[in-house]
């Protein structure tokens, strides 16, 4: 593992995408225009969710995190290895003195800069909403509630649920030849796997009995009720339990690691094959 990550040297770029995004001359012009813009939109959300603080429930800042994770991680990644290919600079990596494994680990950090401030800029928000409905009286809020601890599950379970899509865009990349390809390719998986699969499965309920449920069950936009609020009845059909929870952070932690490994050989193969053809 130590080549991997404090052994690897492509981990330097990691590094690098933090000190471009706090150097100087990317807080003038125009850039510094959007960070602002984007910094006053944020404190008027903080300010909001802040005012109405007893009338929001936690999980729904969840649900929004992981519908911006959903949005954000294929945006960053599906250039990582398609890019470099397409503007012929994976040759030049490819001969570097760096195994196939240490670009795909090195690359899938990288990219996850932006994604883990974004998850930070939510997520401590979220945290401090958790704290204050958890530190008010009882009766106001449902006895129920599992509070702290199904917050940190849930949030547990969107990590390794942004990590799983991150796996599956940087495989995506890897065996696409063009950026646009590897994000239109991306999309389309992630469309399949979360609304279409979905659709059918629940289309097909009453035929396909426990496997039809299994599969909507898995929909990581139902578990995550499960994750922080525990079993409960929702709907037509029931919101995963606390086993169906624990599978799907399971499946999502297969996942990645499957999917980086994927990527990792295909990357060996363009590196036999001459990368950039």
Known sequence: MKHLFAGNPMMAEVLREKNKALA???????????????????????????NNIQYIEPVILLYVLMGVQTLLIPAVLHATIAGEREKRSLDMLLVAPV?????????????????????????LPTLAVELARSADGAERYDLNRPGMLGFMIASLFCLLFAMAIGGLTMWISSKTRTASAAMMSTIGALFLLLI?????AATMSYGAGDFADFV?????????????????????????????????????????????WLATNNVHKLARTGGSQ
């Open 24 to 50: 100087p001359e990317s807080w003038r012009g125009g850039q510094l225009a959007a960070r602002i813009l984007l910094g006053v939109f944020y404190l008027l959300g903080l300010a909001l969710v802040l």
């Open 99 to 123: 195994t196939a494994s240490q670009i795909v680990i090195g690359k899938f950090s990288r990219a996850l800069v932006p994604v883990v401030a974004l998850s930070l800029a939510i997520g």
């Open 196 to 200: 279409v699969v979905p659709a059918i």
């Open 216 to 260: 909507i069950e898995m929909n990581p936009f139902i578990s995550l009720y499960s994750a922080y609020m525990g079993p409960s009845e929702q709907g037509a059909f029931s919101v995963s339990s606390g086993e169906y929870t624990l599978l799907a952070m399971i499946l999502y932690a297969v996942c990645t690691v499957v999917t980086l």
